[in-house]
């Protein structure tokens, strides 16, 4: 059974940054191309970033580009989200997914895997 278990979320203030982690168990990492996604309150969820299977090409929206970085440790099975320069709008709940194709995609329906979540606040 794959899970995905994130950490790292919390309270920070505008212009902080957080670094959170996806740890990926139950089948080969190597396997997944990996996603990020937020959910803030009462929005529908948004990608945010994705990085592919193979090649490690990576992807980030324009609102994050240049302050947020999507990086995996195959050593760690661990997906990573660098956060910095945080927004009070970039408060949501963001979660990890795999996907089981090679390519990354910014679809949700694309991703056959999720992690329950991570609260992130940017508030003063």
């Known amino acids: 059974q794959v899970q995905l278990v994130e950490s790292g979320g919390g309270l920070v203030q505008p212009g902080g940054s957080l670094r959170l982690s996806c740890t990926v168990s139950?089948?080969?990492?190597?396997?997944?191309?990996l996603g990020w996604f937020r959910q803030a309150h009462g929005k529908e969820r948004e990608f945010v970033a994705a990085?592919?299977?193979?090649?490690?090409?990576?992807y980030v929206i324009p609102s994050v580009k240049g302050r947020f970085t999507i990086s995996k440790d195959t050593t760690q099975n661990t997906v990573y989200l660098q956060m910095n320069s945080l927004k009070p709008e970039d408060t949501a709940v963001y979660s990890c997914?795999?996907?089981?194709?090679?390519?990354?995609?910014?679809?949700?329906?694309?991703?056959?895997?999720w992690g329950q979540g991570t609260q992130v606040t940017v508030s003063s």
């Open positions: 139950g089948r080969t990492f190597s396997s997944f191309a």
């Open positions: 997914a795999a996907s089981d194709r090679a390519a990354m995609s910014t679809f949700r329906r694309e991703y056959d895997y």
């Open positions: 990085i592919s299977r193979i090649s490690e090409s990576t």
